[in-house]
């Protein structure tokens, strides 16, 4: 059995504007947090995206706990719980509805499983109206529901705090950290890098499609100041005016 | 085919939870209430008895395979595909333990289900309507020349929504493929009246195959033959549309 949650080995997907990423190489280590940090259009979602088997790579492959995305898709996504870009549902279906369509994919979700996600993300009280007519918070907390909800060993998380007020951004950061504890392995894009920094064990910065560096946040804030810092420094080493 | 029941059991929970399947529904009802008003008002109007029992469900079946079954065939098979598509659900369907060919299948499977529940829902109204109407004329071979015609004809009308599914992974704007689709239905149907002799390669024509069913000289052949046109463009349409399907980035 492997160590590894997530190997990316020489990933690569260019679109017809030149934009996307190229020679992704990459290993996240089981039980990591780890935080994919880039500015706009640096390609983490499409990144994200192939890593989850949404978007063909040009070349490359990913492998999900020894599994290939490209090859054994089902294995690889057996323990992959993800948000990609946004957390969408079903909005002609109530909370309970969406989760339980989710659920018809894992043999050990039942409806107390459901209740549960819904507890944990504040969205219980929520569980029998329509999606459509949920904020962009109550459906980003949905989104975690669904995405936490087979108890996967590994989650994908594109901008996870999107449209979250400050108490759900706390609920979140704790939720990270206490499963974490329990040994779920986290890939998480933000934009909001202090969060990042204290929620992320290992920083990966990815600019112009490129992955330019990858630090134990420990090592980070032992040479920088801020994680801030550190993600300004790289980017302008690597060519940002 | 691994996560194939979750996911085709997750699609006909979506179908039924849609207004569509209620409009075709009542437009179905509809259909059949116009037919009979129709044929009740020549019988008293002229003193012609226009049709009996059992062959009341054969007149609205020529109308409804040309009309209204394959609009909502449209109409369902664009909501599976590009409705999903634009409004970013699919990614949350394809980012599960489920293959791509899965999930198409599963969608697919839909699709003809929806076409023979609506084609079944038809035929029991229909027959209700004409045994109430005309009791008098009915009979244990009408009733199965009936059942016969609209199992028949589903064949054709599910390898046309096939070719409404390859056209959805074609082109990415739900209206546009509508369209599309309305176009290529009203061209085969023009193709298949101008060139005659090549309409049996046209699955619009054999909209009323169901005909070759009932007649009383059954051509074998000819059955036979239309049967594996209909075969081979589904398999082509089919695995033209999965092609597609498995190679879209989300």
């Known amino acids: 059995m492997t160590n590894k949650a997530i190997e990316i080995t020489d990933l690569a997907k260019v679109y017809t504007n030149g934009r996307g990423i190229s020679d992704l190489n990459l290993v996240v280590d089981q039980g990591d947090i780890f935080g994919f940090l880039g500015p706009n259009g640096a390609g983490k979602t499409t990144a994200m995206k192939m890593m989850t088997g949404l978007m063909k790579p040009d070349r490359g492959d990913v492998k999900i706990f020894g599994a290939s995305i490209t090859e054994d898709y089902v294995n690889a996504m057996k323990h992959v719980g993800c948000i990609i870009e946004t957390a969408e549902s079903y909005p002609y279906l109530t909370a309970n509805e969406n989760l339980k369509l989710f659920a018809r994919y894992y043999p050990g979700v039942d409806q107390r499983r459901i209740d549960e996600c819904l507890q944990i993300t504040g969205m219980l009280k929520y569980k029998n109206e329509k999606s459509k007519k949920f904020s962009l918070g109550m459906k980003q907390r949905l989104g975690v529901a669904a995405a936490i909800l087979s108890k996967p060993k590994l989650l994908i998380l594109d901008e996870p705090l999107n449209g979250l007020d400050v108490e759900g951004m706390l609920d979140m950061r704790k939720m990270i950290k206490r499963l974490a504890e329990e040994g779920t392995t986290f890939f998480i894009s933000s934009h909001l890098i202090h969060d990042v920094e204290l929620t992320c064990t290992r920083i990966g910065v990815v600019y112009g499609g490129k992955l330019v560096n990858v630090e134990y946040t420990r090592n980070i804030l032992t040479n920088y100041s801020s994680l801030e810092n550190y993600f300004v420094s790289e980017v302008d080493r690597n060519g940002r005016v | ?250």
């Open chain 2, 1 to 250: 085919m691994a996560g194939f029941k979750a996911a085709f059991v997750n699609e006909s929970i979506k179908l039924l939870k849609k207004k569509k399947i209620i409009a075709a529904a009542v437009l179905s009802i509809f259909a059949v209430l116009i037919g009979q008003i129709a044929v009740t008002a020549i019988k008293h109007g002229f003193g012609l008895r226009v049709v009996g029992s059992t062959e009341f469900p054969l007149v609205v079946l020529s109308g409804f395979t040309y009309t209204i079954l394959p609009l909502f065939a449209i109409f369902v098979a664009i909501d599976m595909f590009n409705g999903e598509f634009s409004s970013n659900t699919m990614k949350i369907t394809l980012a599960r333990p489920v293959s791509r060919f899965g999930v198409f299948s599963a969608k697919v499977l839909n699709l003809a289900l929806f076409i023979a529940a609506n084609l079944l829902f038809v035929m029991i109204i229909a027959l209700l309507a004409g045994f109430i109407f005309n009791p008098s004329s009915a009979s244990l071979s009408g009733i199965v020349s009936v059942v016969l015609s609209y199992a028949a004809t589903f064949f054709p009308v599910f390898v046309f929504a096939l070719l409404v599914v390859l056209l959805s992974n074609i082109i990415r704007g739900g209206l546009a493929v509508f369209f599309l689709s309305i176009m290529v239905y009203i061209g085969f149907n023009f193709i298949g009246i101008v060139f005659s002799n090549y309409s049996s390669f046209l699955m619009t024509s054999m909209f009323d195959w169901y005909t070759l069913w009932i007649s009383e000289t059954a051509n074998v052949f000819k059955i036979f033959r239309q049967i594996l046109i209909l075969f081979g463009c589904g398999i082509m349409l089919f695995t033209a549309g999965y092609y597609l399907f498995d190679r879209k980035d989300v």
